[in-house]
T-cell receptor, first 112, second 113 residues
């Protein structure tokens, strides 16, 4: 089955700096890659997603890049703010319509 | 718009007691429904998913079971809780049919003592 690896497990940046979280996947047939943000005590919220026919997608301060050849994708957050502090999860799907395979999460701390 | 409701938000149960967590989705029909568990400091583990009423698939054999008595209702149960059942339980839904966007509920923090 699909195996998603996520790095780093923790990340601390100063407010205003950029943060990058990387994920690799094992199944080259995977074609859908979402990112979720989970605040303490809450359920994960979808923040951005990308499909395998696109190399990059941007939404204001967040962007996701995908390298299908290398089987890795990354989340980029620019001009970080304290409210960006949360756990971020990447995931990959085979377009099966029923399940996502998640990475183990990255705890991001943005210090003022 | 679609909304997902999950309750209770927190639950403390003794070992050996039964469990029933409920999840309902509003604003859509025939959703795919999921139960995930999140242990402290770890990722999201898929426990069960359902593509329709009475159709349950289990990803991990364990002490838990799931049922879908109605189209938009998903229930997670246990007859006898174990200490290892402690964790953060998340219900989620998607539209299915190849549309993978997954939307999570607010979660239930279960502590088994």
């Amino acid at each position: 089955g699909e195996n998603v690896e996520q790095h780093p497990s923790t990340l601390s940046v100063q407010e205003g700096d950029s943060a990058v979280i990387k994920c690799t996947y094992s199944d080259s047939a995977s074609n859908y890659f979402p990112w979720y943000k989970q605040e303490l005590g809450k359920g994960p919220q979808l923040i951005i997603d990308i499909r395998s026919n696109v190399g990059e997608k941007k939404d204001q301060r967040i962007a996701v890049t995908l390298n299908k050849t290398a089987k890795h994708f990354s989340l980029h957050i620019t001009e970080t703010q304290p409210e960006d502090s949360a756990v971020y999860f990447c995931a990959a799907s085979l377009n099966s319509g029923y399940a996502l395979n998640f990475g183990k999460g990255t705890s991001l701390l943005v210090t003022p | 718009s679609q909304t997902i409701h999950q309750w209770p938000a927190t639950l403390v149960q003794p070992v050996g007691s039964p469990l029933s967590l409920e999840c309902t989705v509003e604003g859509t029909s025939n959703p795919n429904l999921y139960w995930y568990r999140q242990a402290a400091g770890r990722g999201l583990q898929l426990l069960f998913y359902s593509v329709g009423i009475g159709q349950i698939s289990s990803e991990v054999p364990q002490n838990l079971s799931a049922s879908r008595p109605q189209d938009r209702q998903f229930i997670l149960s246990s007859k006898k809780l174990l200490l290892s059942d402690s964790g953060f339980y998340l219900c989620a839904w998607s539209l299915g049919q190849g549309r993978e966007k997954l939307f999570f509920g607010s979660g239930t923090q279960l502590s088994v003592l």
